[in-house]
């Protein structure tokens, strides 16, 4: 069995300031992590993904994710928050196409 | 090209209509996806199709119909739906059913009156 947990369900940031999205996961397995954005009345784009090789991922637009075994958590971040970042952002857990979203953080930027 | 495409964007029908969703990929995927996005909830899983055959289906209502005609476009049929089925409805695809990575389209969005 899987499950993803987002710690939180609503960040505000400064335009300009760090980036910190919570994610902790459960899983049987080894399994793949993802991170999506979804800007408003948008489909889910793909923001980076962990498989198993190097612990931190580096994304898109600046996202970077470091995977923790030992605390199981993939947290998101960026050093410095853009206006275009505003979206819902998802964790994701999947493992032999068991795929499990968190429910999503919505990440507010403030100028 | 990670591109998936998915018509209409906006979709408004009435209870008693019938009407198609679809969803085209033209990158050599061979698992296809629908979910259905309320709002402020994350996406939920409603059917997988693997080779163009039906795999998985999460339990739907029988108002909701899929098909895959070929390994590029998938279809989602809609008869009879209800005010609670308007939803963001995304499509998905993967390079196999066993590959976790999948890449969304833009969704249709539909209302039901």
């Known amino acids: 069995a899987q499950s993803v947990t987002q710690l939180d369900s609503h960040v505000s940031v400064s335009e300009g300031t760090p980036v910190l999205l919570r994610c902790n996961y459960s899983?049987?397995?080894?399994?793949?992590l993802f991170w999506y954005v979804q800007h408003p009345n948008k489909g889910l784009q793909l923001l980076l993904k962990?498989?198993?090789?190097?612990?931190l991922v580096k994304g898109i637009n600046g996202f970077e994710a470091e995977f923790k075994k030992s605390e199981t958590s993939f947290h998101l971040t960026k050093p410095s928050a853009h206006m275009s970042d505003a979206a819902e952002y998802f964790c994701?857990?999947?493992?032999?196409?068991?795929?499990?979203f968190g429910a999503g953080t919505r990440l507010t930027v403030k100028p | 090209d990670t591109e998936v495409t998915q018509t209409p964007k906006h979709l408004v029908m009435g209870m008693t209509n019938k009407k198609s969703l679809k969803c085209e990929q033209h990158?050599?995927?061979?698992?296809m996806y629908w979910y259905k996005q309320k709002a402020k909830k994350p996406p939920e899983l409603m059917f997988v199709?693997?080779?163009?055959?039906?795999?998985i289906n999460e339990s739907v209502p029988s108002r909701f119909s899929p098909e895959c005609p070929n390994s590029s476009l998938l279809n989602l049929h809609l008869h009879a739906l209800q005010p609670e089925d308007s939803a963001l409805y995304l499509c998905?695809?993967?390079?196999?059913?066993?590959?976790?990575?999948?890449?969304f389209g833009p969704g249709t969005r539909l209302l039901v009156l």
């Open positions: 899983s049987s397995y080894s399994p793949s």
């Open positions: 199709y693997s080779y163009e055959k039906l795999s």
């Open positions: 998905a695809s993967s390079r196999a059913s066993g590959e976790e990575t999948q890449y």
């Open positions: 962990y498989t198993s090789a190097a612990t």
């Open positions: 990158m050599g995927h061979r698992a």
């Open positions: 994701v857990v999947s493992a032999f196409n068991d795929m499990r």
